[in-house]
T-cell receptor, first 109, second 115 residues
Framework: GQNIDQPTEMTATEGAIVQINCTYQTSGFNGLFWYQQHAGEAPTFLSYNVLDGLEEKGRFSSFLSRSKGYSYLLLKELQMKDSASYLCAVRDSNYQLIWGAGTKLIIKP | ETGVTQTPRHLVMGMTNKKSLKCEQHLGHNAMYWYKQSAKKPLELMFVYSLEERVENNSVPSRFSPECPNSSHLFLHLHTLQPEDSALYLC??????????????FGEGSWLTVV
């Protein structure tokens, strides 16, 4: 079967750096997405990786290793507003999106 | 504001009621989706419409009935639901269907409680 694994919950301190990991086993690979979802709000698109390597967007970076079936989302200079759930999703060979259950990130002052 | 608007945001209904969820997208997209989001579970794709034609129905019970009158509007009609159907229902849209590889944009969801 197809599976996306990410930690259920993580805690980090304001101003620090946190890395949220995502591992996947899917039928083929056509890209990996990260979304941010604040409580009670819409998931919003953060990043897309289809080739190996690091994609940087301001305080957020996303890394992909296709050979290892692994990605991470790196958040720097954490702010209280970064408290949210982070969803990892992989597009398989049939272009179906396979979703992880999300990682709830708690930022403490 | 994501460009995808859902109403109502909250709905409580009895198991014998009939209600509908509404979604409208202002992004000019031609594909729309319904997802179910339950606590601590992955998003579950329910239905996909591309160019107003249903292209996917992931073994969803018939008590959920989608309707897509045009490329900007999507409804989910609800009838004789069960308590386990209580969840957040997310509407989404994209330019091109899932095989386009384009990013999906979500609405804020409709919280459904079945009592």
């Amino acid at each position: 079967g197809q599976n996306i694994d990410q930690p259920t919950e993580m805690t980090a301190t304001e101003g620090a750096i946190v890395q949220i990991n995502c591992t996947y086993q899917t039928s083929g690979f056509n890209g990996l997405f990260w979304y941010q979802q604040h409580a009670g709000e819409a998931p919003t698109f953060l990043s897309y990786n289809v080739l190996d390597g690091l994609e940087e967007k301001g305080r957020f970076s996303s890394f992909l290793s296709r050979s290892k079936g692994y990605s991470y989302l790196l958040l720097k200079e954490l702010q209280m507003k970064d408290s949210a759930s982070y969803l990892c999703a992989v597009r398989d060979s049939n272009y179906q999106l396979i979703w992880g259950a999300g990682t709830k990130l708690i930022i403490k002052p | 504001e994501t460009g995808v608007t859902q109403t109502p945001r909250h709905l409580v209904m009895g198991m014998t009621n009939k209600k509908s969820l509404k979604c409208e997208q202002h992004l000019g997209h031609n594909a729309m989706y319904w997802y179910k989001q339950s606590a601590k579970k992955p998003l579950e794709l329910m239905f996909v419409y591309s160019l107003e034609e249903r292209v996917e129905n992931n073994s969803v019970p018939s008590r959920f009935s989608p309707e897509c009158p045009n490329s900007s509007h999507l409804f989910l009609h609800l009838h004789t639901l069960q308590p386990e159907d209580s969840a957040l229902y997310l509407c989404a849209s994209s330019q091109g269907g899932q095989d386009s590889g384009n990013t999906i944009y979500f609405g804020e969801g409709s919280w459904l409680t079945v009592v």
